[in-house]
């Protein structure tokens, strides 16, 4: 069983920056595929970046695409997601999560285990 914690989340301005991380325990996470998705008010779950478990194939939305980052350490069970150029539409509750599967470069499926979610306020 794999627990996710996140952190790194809070308020900002936009066009603002922010890192947030994903600690990995309780199970092999050098071998997950992990992401990061937000849920805003209102709005469905939606993914904004999502990682192979070798780290060579990453997936983001047009929405978030030259903005957001995601990397990960599997020395030391991290995933990071760096946010660049922060924007309103940005605010949501971000969710660390793994064990899914990338089709043609495409998340699918849903994630076999999630984190509690931190949350990233952007102001304008």
């Known amino acids: 069983q794999v627990q996710l914690v996140e952190s790194g989340g809070g308020l900002v301005q936009a066009g603002g920056s922010l890192r947030l991380s994903c600690a990995a325990s309780?199970?092999?996470?050098?071998?997950?595929?992990m992401g990061w998705f937000r849920q805003a008010p209102g709005k469905e779950r939606e993914v904004v970046a999502a990682e192979t478990w070798r780290g060579d194939t990453t997936y983001s939305p047009a929405s978030v695409k030259g903005r957001f980052t995601i990397s990960r350490d599997n020395a030391k069970n991290m995933l990071y997601l760096q946010m660049n150029s922060l924007e309103p539409e940005d605010t949501a509750v971000y969710y660390c999560a793994a064990g899914f599967s990338l089709i043609n470069k495409m998340p699918s499926g849903t994630p076999k285990y999630w984190g509690q979610g931190t949350q990233v306020t952007v102001s304008s």
């Open positions: 309780g199970g092999t996470f050098s071998i997950l595929n």
